[in-house]
DNA sequence: TAATTAATGCAACCTAGTTGCGTTTTGCAA
DNA sequence: TTGCAAAACGCAACTAGGTTGCATTAATTA
């Protein structure tokens, strides 16, 4: 693989993820990041720092994609998303709740490679008291 | 909620569903039924499907949506979908694991609607022995 | 500072899904 | 059996999210 080159664009969609407390979409993101560059660079922006595991990719249980930053990633390395996501119905938001552990019965003659896991319903925010 | 009425479109697609041992997306329905109706009858027929419980909506692990026969559900009325979904990264299909146990550690604070659980990985056919 | 090539901008394209509206069918009732 | 209300449909036009090709710009590293 090619050795990544950091950028004003780059960086200023990393901070936006980072200084976010729930999964941000494309379109969000590019709207946050106006000016700085091109729509497509995001795109384009988001499948890197997902290749180079700074963030990774949430599916909403809409179908939308939306980013997010590792917090619960200690190394980037070791990449293990098996954590719980939470989807909250009233204002749409998808968030990652650490640290919820969560059983599953392997079903066998499966190989298994990840866990998608995600909980709708309304967050505490939106329940409002 | 108007009554519901049945169409060959209709009865075309549900078949289909029926059929297949994996969820179905709508442009993989259209050509499964194409002739019997417009594409956009197909949209307009899943939508009700699922309304009206004959169906169910799996989103896929990259956001497509597919539709599956709801085997597990006894009844129409009470559905609560907490079962798996398995995901194959090599033939794309999505398929229900039925009766599979998943225990959640349930976060207080929030207010939980639905489970959204799927696996992605290989599955046995593309293990192939 | 110059060379290499990763990253970008832009235009064009694609796929999935939606909307509006006039027409056709379905189911039910007279 | 026929008539009627509205559910369902076809078609065209539109939207949103995402992709691709290619020429240009800019980050690294020597
Ligand atoms: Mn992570
Ligand atoms: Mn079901
Ligand atoms: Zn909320
Ligand atoms: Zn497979």
Known sequence: MSLPRNTKAKQAVLDEINRSTYALSQPELFERVKGTCDRVTVYRILDRLVAENKIHRIVNVDGT???????????HNTH????????????????????????????????????????????PTCQGG
């Open 65 to 75: 994609l939306n980013y997010a930053a590792c917090n619960q990633c200690d190394t």
């Open 80 to 123: 293990a998303h098996d954590h719980l996501h939470f989807s909250c119905l009233e204002c749409k938001k998808i968030e990652c709740l650490s640290e919820q552990s969560v059983h599953v019965q392997l079903p066998s003659h499966y190989q298994i490679k990840e866990l998608f896991l995600t909980i709708s319903g309304i967050c």
